[in-house]
């Protein structure tokens, strides 16, 4: 396999500016997962994809983040109007979805700073 | 999900076993114990899980306790690349993983 993609690698952007990034999963996974981390911080869950259909939103998804899997292929996570407070590396896995004990793949995420 | 405990740094010499702690007490029945583990500006990796009965893979072994109130993560020969926050999870939500703050591992030469 190819691993999981992400894209861009790092962002700087200025607070209040909209950032889009975007994930593409291992192709035969069917689940696409979006997590973030803050430094010194394990990995915390926002939002969780089965093929095209959004199943669970963290409530650390604030309505100024919008995430969107189109056909059940690549993942976008959007974030509006960005604040300081959004500055983590945004990281997207993807798993085939067996019934428990599966594996996640991660991908090497996408650094935000905002100024 | 049942509530991990790992230490939060350890340190191992290179070539000898490593020894990861972790421990889960209200873990229930159907609730899988993972290991995760961060290199540094990467994502993380998958190691290996376990419901029950230990596991070994090509990466480590994971022994759990009969009552599987703790588990232990062995990485049989550590190497410097080993050098890694490595994370015990455990979830019955095939899902969502809840990571902790981890065990960061230093292996020295």
């Known amino acids: 396999d190819t691993g999981v993609s992400q894209n861009p690698r790092h962002k700087i952007t200025k607070r209040g500016q909209n950032v889009t990034f975007r994930c593409d999963p291992i192709s035969e996974h069917n689940r696409l997962y979006w997590y973030r981390q803050t430094l010194g911080q394990g990995p915390e869950f926002l939002t969780y994809?089965?093929?095209?259909?959004?199943?669970?939103k963290s409530r650390l998804l604030s309505d100024r983040f919008s995430a969107e899997r189109p056909k059940g292929s690549f993942s976008t996570l959007e974030i509006q109007r960005t604040e300081q407070g959004d500055s983590a590396m945004y990281l997207c896995?993807?798993?085939?979805?067996?019934?428990?004990?599966?594996?996640?793949?991660f991908g090497s995420g996408t650094q935000l700073s905002v100024l | 999900d049942a509530k991990t405990t790992q230490p939060p740094s350890m340190d191992c010499a290179e070539g000898r076993a490593a020894n990861l702690p972790c421990n889960h007490s209200?873990?229930?029945?159907?609730?899988?114990v993972y290991w995760y583990r961060q290199i540094h500006s990467q994502g993380p990796q998958y190691i290996i899980h376990g419901l029950k009965n230990n596991e070994t893979n090509e990466m480590a072994s994971l022994i759990i306790t009969e009552d599987r109130k703790s588990s232990t993560l062995i990485l049989p020969h550590a190497t410097l690349r080993d050098t890694a926050v490595y994370y015990c999870i455990v979830r019955i939500y095939d899902y969502k993983l809840s990571f902790g703050a981890g065990t960061t591992v230093t292996v020295r030469a």
């Open positions: 994809f089965q093929n095209e259909a959004q199943l669970e």
């Open positions: 209200t873990i229930s029945g159907n609730e899988y």
């Open positions: 896995a993807s798993s085939l979805g067996r019934a428990g004990g599966e594996k996640l793949f």
